[in-house]
């Protein structure tokens, strides 16, 4: 669970509710449902016309998505890279082939780079295997990027729709002024919608896309920090070398980097202490 995500809206929300009462102001008189209508449907109608089915009926799980934390395979990634290297220059390429197998069963292997591992026992050269491998990344890239556009369009058109909510309150309050009553209710339309227009934005769809994108960007550091490793096996790389190139990707992690850089010199100083 991603616990921080939780907290972050619960902080926006709490922050604007808080906020407004404490200077007396009614928290009821902030929810009306005729302007979340008006905002949220409205914004919805847009984003469907926008994206195709196949799209938007990931959009509920990919919102739900966003307070799960991804498990991190970093430096499961560089350790397993660094045991088939070791492998490799042990028993020939070959024996990598058996090593998948058996991780497969276990069903914990990463597709990706299974997939670079076989090309390289089947023989590939280093052209056809980075091609492949950042076709792969690309496509998930752009169903990626899809994705992330929704939450940026909803973003977008959440504002949009709350001033048009805000004209059309206007526009009662226009048609109503010899009822003071109807003209109240309208005016609270009018400020409300935008109101809910900028929160959905702000507070939801802006940083749901950001977080996305930051994922996005783990999964490309990730991905081509493999690519990196399976080039080296390909190579023949020394493991020792082939860990200390893959090293600088434990950026993402910095506790296992804080390992990494420390020597063997300080590791035997720890087990003396």
Same mark, same amino acid.
């Given at each position: 669970?991603?616990?921080?995500?939780?907290?972050?809206?619960?902080?926006?929300?709490?922050?604007?509710?808080? $906020?407004?009462?404490?200077?007396? $102001?009614?928290?009821?008189?902030?929810?009306?449902?005729?302007?979340?209508?008006?905002?949220?449907?409205?914004?919805?109608?847009?984003?469907?016309?926008?994206?195709?089915?196949?799209?938007?009926?990931?959009?509920?799980?990919?919102?739900?998505?966003?307070?799960?934390?991804?498990?991190?395979?970093?430096?499961?990634?560089?350790?397993?890279?660094?045991?088939?290297?070791?492998?490799?220059?042990?028993?020939?390429?070959?024996?990598?082939?058996?090593?998948?197998?058996?991780?497969?069963?276990?069903?914990?292997?990463?597709?990706?780079?299974?997939?670079?591992?076989?090309?390289?026992?089947?023989?590939?050269?280093?052209?056809?295997?980075?091609?492949?491998?950042?076709?792969?990344?690309?496509?998930?890239?752009?169903?990626?990027?899809?994705?992330?556009?929704?939450?940026?369009?909803?973003?977008?058109?959440?504002?949009?729709?709350?001033?048009?909510?805000?004209?059309?309150?206007?526009?009662?309050?226009?048609?109503?002024?010899?009822?003071?009553?109807?003209?109240?209710?309208?005016?609270?339309?009018?400020?409300?919608?935008?109101?809910?227009?900028?929160?959905?934005?702000?507070?939801?769809?802006?940083?749901?896309?950001?977080?996305?994108?930051?994922?996005?960007?783990?999964?490309?550091?990730?991905?081509?920090?493999?690519?990196?490793?399976?080039?080296?096996?390909?190579?023949?790389?020394?493991?020792?070398?082939?860990?200390?190139?893959?090293?600088?990707?434990?950026?993402?992690?910095?506790?296992?980097?804080?390992?990494?850089?420390? $020597?063997?010199?300080?590791?035997?100083?720890?087990?003396?202490?």
């Amino acid at each position: 669970m991603d616990f921080i995500s939780i907290i972050g809206i619960l902080v926006a929300f709490g922050a604007l509710v808080f $906020g407004y009462s404490i200077d007396g $102001g009614s928290v009821l008189a902030l929810w009306l449902l005729s302007a979340f209508i008006i905002v949220a449907g409205g914004s919805l109608g847009s984003v469907l016309t926008s994206y195709g089915f196949k799209q938007i009926k990931r959009f509920p799980a990919l919102f739900l998505s966003l307070f799960i934390q991804p498990k991190s395979s970093i430096v499961k990634s560089i350790d397993f890279l660094v045991r088939l290297s070791e492998s490799a220059r042990r028993d020939g390429i070959l024996s990598l082939e058996k090593i998948i197998e058996a991780e497969e069963k276990k069903e914990t292997l990463d597709p990706f780079l299974k997939s670079g591992v076989m090309m390289v026992v089947d023989g590939a050269d280093l052209e056809q295997i980075k091609s492949f491998l950042e076709t792969d990344i690309s496509v998930y890239e752009q169903k990626a990027s899809i994705e992330i556009g929704m939450f940026n369009s909803m973003a977008a058109y959440a504002p949009a729709y709350g001033m048009i909510g805000t004209i059309m309150g206007l526009i009662q309050v226009l048609a109503n002024m010899e009822s003071p009553e109807t003209m109240a209710a309208a005016i609270s339309v009018a400020f409300i919608t935008t109101l809910y227009g900028v929160v959905i934005a702000n507070a939801l769809c802006i940083p749901a896309a950001s977080k996305l994108k930051l994922r996005l960007d783990y999964y490309q550091t990730e991905k081509e920090m493999i690519i990196e490793g399976i080039c080296g096996i390909r190579n023949g790389d020394n493991p020792k070398i082939l860990r200390e190139r893959l090293s600088p990707y434990l950026i993402h992690e910095p506790s296992a980097a804080k390992r990494t850089q420390k $020597g063997p010199a300080d590791n035997g100083k720890d087990k003396k202490k």
